[in-house]
């Protein structure tokens, strides 16, 4: 078996991204030394202009040098360096496991239509998009604490982001997205306990992402205001 690749690793992020929680959790999981810069995305520095094609995070820099971008990329080459076995061996399984973490994506970005939904009729139907994404999910879940079974994969890295998001969602809205899904909600349990996955955010994620939500001028939006303003006069 070969060696794991001792590069010199600079991940370049933001404290709130989801896809930079990837990033971070295959970091972690393998247990592979590296650099965070967090940027403030609404105030790029010009030099990060220079690193990201895209104007995104993450953003790993590999060696001062070779810059790699989008996430997926970037966790598997964590994986595929440090001896990882966050993907399949087999190439049928390897592919089924890719088309998941593009769902993962697209459940992202529907979480993004739900929180900038300034008006019932658009939260409504943005939030019966999740449903459908979580359903198709929840009939896709075996009864293992992880997605491809007892081992902790990428697509467990791609999943933790969206169920940080829904955590917090529920406090906002009252009511439990998962009520429903038991399998889900055993995943989300194991994935919350991880500690590769509890490494990728600061501990104070949850009020940076409620204070995030607050200045959205949305359903939710509103709602977070509204707790943030409880919380200043308790």
């Not at 690749?5 to 970091?27: D, E, F, G, M, W």
């Not at 993450?58 to 001896?83: C, G, K, R, W």
Request: hydrophobic share 40%.
């Amino acid at each position: 078996m070969s060696k794991p690749v001792n590069n010199k690793l600079t991940l370049i992020s933001h404290k709130l991204c989801p896809y930079v929680q990837r990033a971070v959790t295959a970091l972690e999981e393998n247990g592979v030394p590296y650099q965070r810069i967090d940027i403030d995305l609404a105030n790029k520095p010009d030099w990060f202009k220079d690193k990201s094609p895209l104007g995104k995070v993450p953003v790993l820099v590999v060696n001062d040098a070779t810059v790699l971008f989008e996430s997926a990329v970037i966790s598997e080459y964590i994986n595929d360096t440090h001896q990882g076995k966050m993907l399949a061996d087999q190439p049928l399984e390897r592919a089924r496991q890719r088309a998941w973490i593009e769902f993962a994506s697209a459940t992202l970005n529907n979480i993004g239509q739900l929180y900038n939904a300034d008006d019932e009729i658009h939260f409504s139907a943005a939030e019966h998009q999740l449903k459908k994404k979580f359903s198709q999910l929840e009939k896709n879940l075996g009864s293992s604490d992880y997605f491809s079974g007892a081992k902790f994969s990428l697509i467990d890295a791609a999943f933790a982001p969206v169920f940080r998001y829904i955590e917090v969602f529920d406090d906002l809205l009252g009511r439990e997205f998962f009520k429903h899904q038991p399998r889900i909600q055993h995943w989300r349990q194991q994935l919350a306990q991880r500690p590769a996955v509890i490494k990728a955010v600061s501990p104070d994620y949850p009020e940076r992402l409620t204070e995030f939500l607050a200045g959205r001028d949305s359903k939710i939006g509103r709602l977070a205001q509204n707790t943030i303003n409880l919380r200043e006069t308790a």
